[in-house]
């Protein structure tokens, strides 16, 4: 099983941090004794330009969850169907020849769900087999990646494809002022990427999948998520997170390198989400690794900011185009999400 190709894919509207900062200070600044609060939030999330759905003066008028919805459904559309086209292209493979199509997100919902207007728009075949996912979050890019790859190693005649989208700013809360959403209106951004993942007999060249690992920890249902109101999705973002990456993440990283004859020493290179400064903090603690190990995730968290799922997808774009490990060497992808879960891919050049 082979990653074959990964390709992105962007709305046009791009941002300085600061313009969206001044941007939030003058909606926000007046309804805070403490204007300046969001200012410090925004300093600490390592972002310096992020990608919107829409321009800033269109969020304006925004008033109801349905508005920012059917933005969603229409710019999904768009986004999936540029990232995979170009995946395909990157591949040299006819969409056509795609078996089964992935699609995650958690920013927005759709029935039929927006893998359904990408067949469409893609002319893909008839006979897909169609997977949307709602709900894994962050997590997602990488269960898509490993959800994919259990696919082809039934079916490794054809090619599976992920698409991730995740446009993060349709789902601000206009007058929330929680310290989660205030956040979360700096560290997120909005984007989409796609990845085919092809089967032993395909004969594409790419990172092998070795291995995949799902973990659930239970009872962590509030660590992070979606409140749901009649205005839309409300962001839960607790402050348990960084502590769940220091209680599991080496953990579960050594019992699963140690199921494949591996170790952490074994793993040239780090694929992992770019969940913010306190995540990408921790889990450097937690797995020890040495200085400059995630650089390539912190460079994606200041280019685009977090994007969710398919931020993880982003980061093994910049390796698989500009920074491909050396031949035989292993790297491990990993994310962790919303259940609170972690998924982890184990990968060989």
């Known amino acids: 099983m082979t990653i074959a190709s990964v390709a992105s894919a962007f709305p046009k509207n791009q941002y300085d941090q600061y313009v969206l900062l001044s941007a939030l200070?003058?909606?926000?600044?007046?309804?805070?004794?403490?204007?300046?609060f969001i200012e410090r939030l925004h300093g600490r999330v390592g972002v310096d330009t992020r990608h919107l759905a829409l321009t800033i003066e269109e969020y304006e008028g925004l008033t109801n969850w349905k508005q920012a919805n059917d933005h969603w459904i229409s710019i999904a559309t768009d986004l999936g169907s540029e990232a995979l086209a170009a995946a395909c292209a990157r591949a040299e493979i006819d969409p056509r020849k795609i078996g089964a199509l992935f699609f995650v997100s958690v920013t927005g919902v759709a029935s039929p769900s927006i893998d359904a207007k990408i067949i469409n728009r893609l002319s893909l075949s008839?006979?897909?087999?169609?997977?949307?996912?709602?709900?894994?979050?962050?997590v997602a890019g990488a269960a898509g990646i490993a959800r994919a790859a259990d696919?082809?190693?039934?079916?490794?005649?054809?090619v599976a494809a992920v698409v991730s989208v995740e446009l993060c700013s349709l789902t601000l809360q206009q007058e929330d002022?929680?310290?989660?959403?205030?956040?979360?209106?700096?560290l997120f951004g909005d984007g989409a990427a796609a990845v085919l993942v092809a089967g032993a007999n395909v004969g594409l060249e790419g990172p092998r999948v070795l291995a995949t690992q799902s973990v659930f920890y239970p009872d962590s249902e509030q660590v992070m998520g979606w409140d749901i109101s009649d205005k839309g999705f409300r962001i839960v973002l607790s402050r348990e997170v960084p502590e769940v990456v220091d209680q599991h993440l080496a953990h579960d990283v050594d019992a699963f390198l140690q199921s494949q004859g591996r170790t952490r020493a074994d793993i040239e290179t780090w694929i992992l989400h770019t969940g913010g400064p306190?995540?990408?903090e921790a889990t450097a603690?937690?797995?020890?690794?040495?200085?400059?190990?995630?650089?390539?995730?912190?460079?994606?968290?200041?280019?685009?900011g977090n994007l969710s799922s398919a931020s993880v997808l982003c980061v093994l774009e910049e390796f698989l185009m500009n920074k491909r490990p050396a031949a035989g060497t292993y790297s491990l992808l990993a994310a962790m999400g919303p259940g609170f879960c972690s998924e982890l891919v184990l990968l060989q050049w």
């Open 151 to 158: 696919y082809v190693r039934g079916f490794p005649d054809q």
């Open 25 to 36: 200070k003058r909606h926000w600044g007046p309804k805070m004794e403490n204007p300046q």
């Open 278 to 280: 306190r995540i990408l």
């Open 177 to 186: 002022l929680s310290v989660a959403n205030l956040i979360s209106s700096g």
């Open 126 to 138: 008839p006979q897909i087999k169609r997977v949307p996912i709602f709900g894994l979050g962050c």
């Open 285 to 304: 603690k937690a797995l020890a690794l040495p200085a400059g190990a995630l650089d390539t995730s912190w460079e994606c968290l200041r280019r685009t």
